[in-house]
Structure formats: C-alpha cells, structure tokens
Nanobody, 120 residues
Framework: HVHVAESGGGLVQTGGSLRLSCAVSGSTVSIEVMVWHRQAPGKQRELVAAIGAEDSTNYADSVKGRFTVSRDNARNTVYLQMNNLEPEDTAVYYC??????????????WGQGTQVTVSS
C-alpha cells in the first residue's frame, strides 16, 4: 500500500517562504514522477510543479522563478521550496506520486494535502 504524506504548510505573510515536503512510503514499484498540485477555494486543482526520475522539472507559469521542486531519492521525499509567496498562492497543496506501467497507463497516488495560507 503506497502512502503519500505532505507536510510543511502553514500561514505566512506576503513575500515569505515555506518549504513543503512529500514523503512516499510502502511502494514496491518505482515512482517516476512526483507532482505538486494545488486547489484554491472555488477553483479547480492545478499543477504547480513536477519532477521526473532524472530530475527534469516543469512549473506552472504563475510560480516560475519563485518555486523550486527537488527530490531526495534516498529518502523517497520531494520538496517544494516556495519563495516570495503571494496571497494568490493560498491553497491546499497536494502531492501526487506517479508510476508508469509498461502498458503506458499510470498509477496515481495522492496525499491528503497541506494548507498554505498567505496573508496580505
């Protein structure tokens, strides 16, 4: 049973920083891609940042230059360093671990989310 757990959310003022962590445990398959998503009240869930097995990264335009995603494979943990936070970054942040099957389908595992609130 794969368990995904986020941590590190909280309340911060505009311009502040937070670092989110996502730990994956219980997996017997390789996790190729780790993705951070977020969902603000009344809005759809959106992709924030992703990191592949060879540390290739992808970011939403709204966070480029402010957020950095990284992974520690030895600890099965992915981080999201968030700098220069804005009130628009307020959301529940979810971690998503993906395993690519040989038949090109994908197994997705999700955490429960961690709240990030940026005050103006």
């Amino acid at each position: 049973h794969v368990h995904v757990a986020e941590s590190g959310g909280g309340l911060v003022q505009t311009g502040g920083s937070l670092r989110l962590s996502c730990a994956v445990s219980g997996s017997t398959v390789s996790i190729e891609v780790m993705v951070w998503h977020r969902q603000a009240p009344g809005k759809q869930r959106e992709l924030v940042a992703a990191i592949g097995a060879e540390d290739s990264t992808n970011y939403a335009d709204s966070v480029k230059g402010r957020f950095t995603v990284s992974r520690d494979n030895a600890r099965n943990t992915v981080y999201l360093q968030m700098n220069n936070l804005e009130p628009e970054d307020t959301a529940v942040y979810y971690c998503n671990a993906r395993h690519n099957r040989d038949d090109l389908s994908v197994d997705d595992y999700w955490g429960q989310g961690t709240q990030v609130t940026v005050s103006s």
